[in-house]
């Protein structure tokens, strides 16, 4: 269930052959049900291709802000003005996206952000994501719901009720937030569940993934002036029959609250945060064949 590209994940194909063996892979990948060896095989040999995508297989500038040198000549001063120029482009918006493909079973997208931009805390309902660094550095955050200890489940509900209604039930940590900021009734829908990642990764960083059932709840924030990210995500969120959700974190349980000896976040359903939008960035490079 690995595409046959002529060399191992494809070596020696050009950066444009690169994207069209991802499209390839994914058909296969996201043609088998979950759950199966051959489907966890297919996303192992998805993930090692888009490992190796990088800027320049997708067109992306990464220029500084400023032109060379005067001493520099003039072509390499052009080139690095069309560069700055481009990237400016990519980052016209604090958080902006480009569809590099999308058909009904999966997606390529590349995501942009600006200094301090992040992704609220969300989740990918029933989808696969593999995602790769292009440029810049960012911080990823993913959590696991806590769904097997309905007694941990309970206790951190309570927990939250309780701190909403009167400030009681903990006293430190997320319940004056979770308290203060959402309520009883938000509280009440408290999910409970673990950090199961916390990372810093750039663009020597190897492609992650997040699954179905596994870090699917994540956020990410830029930590440079500008940051890319390449996803391949399926199904598609038009096909899932679900919405995002967001999430805010109320923060650690107190002590009593943890689970196997790590602490329980509260995560709280909210409605998507009304300063977050996401702004369309053209996709300049190669296009992508459908089958």
């Not at 994940?9 to 088998?32: H, K, N, P, W």
């Not at 759950?35 to 220029?63: I, K, M, N, P, S």
Request: proline share 6%.
């Amino acid at each position: 269930f690995v595409m046959s590209l002529g060399g191992p994940d494809g070596e020696g194909r050009e950066a444009g052959g690169l994207l069209q063996s991802i499209v390839e892979q994914a058909y296969v990948t996201f043609s088998l049900p979950e759950g199966r060896t051959e489907r966890r095989e297919a996303e192992l040999a998805l993930r090692r291709l888009v490992d190796r995508v990088d800027a320049t297989v997708l067109h992306l500038a990464t220029a500084p802000a400023r032109a060379p040198p005067a001493a520099d000549s003039a072509a390499a001063a052009a080139a690095a003005e069309r560069a700055r120029r481009q990237c400016d482009v990519q980052h016209a918006h604090t958080v902006g996206s480009s569809t590099i493909f999308e058909c009904e079973r999966f997606t390529l997208a590349v995501f942009f952000l600006s200094h301090g931009a992040a992704l609220p805390l969300h989740n990918h309902p029933d989808m696969w994501v593999c995602s790769k660094v292009l440029y810049g550095r960012m911080h990823v955050q993913a959590f696991n719901p806590i769904l097997e200890d309905e007694a941990a489940v309970a206790a951190a509900v309570a927990a939250a009720t309780s701190a909403a209604a009167g400030g009681r039930g903990g006293g430190g940590g997320g319940g004056p937030r979770l308290a203060t900021s959402l309520g009883e009734r938000a509280a009440s829908s408290v999910v409970p569940a673990l950090l199961s990642r916390d990372m810093v990764v750039d663009g020597s960083s190897a492609a992650f993934e997040l699954h179905a059932h596994e870090d699917n709840l994540h956020s990410i924030r830029a930590l440079t002036d500008r940051v890319a990210f390449f996803d391949v995500l399926g199904p598609p969120y038009n096909t899932t029959n679900k919405q995002i959700q967001y999430y805010l974190d109320g923060g650690p349980c107190e002590g009593a609250q943890c689970h196997r000896d790590a602490p329980v976040h509260w995560l709280v359903p909210i409605a998507e945060p009304s300063n977050f939008t996401v702004g369309y960035v053209p996709f300049s490079g190669a296009a992508v064949a459908k089958r």
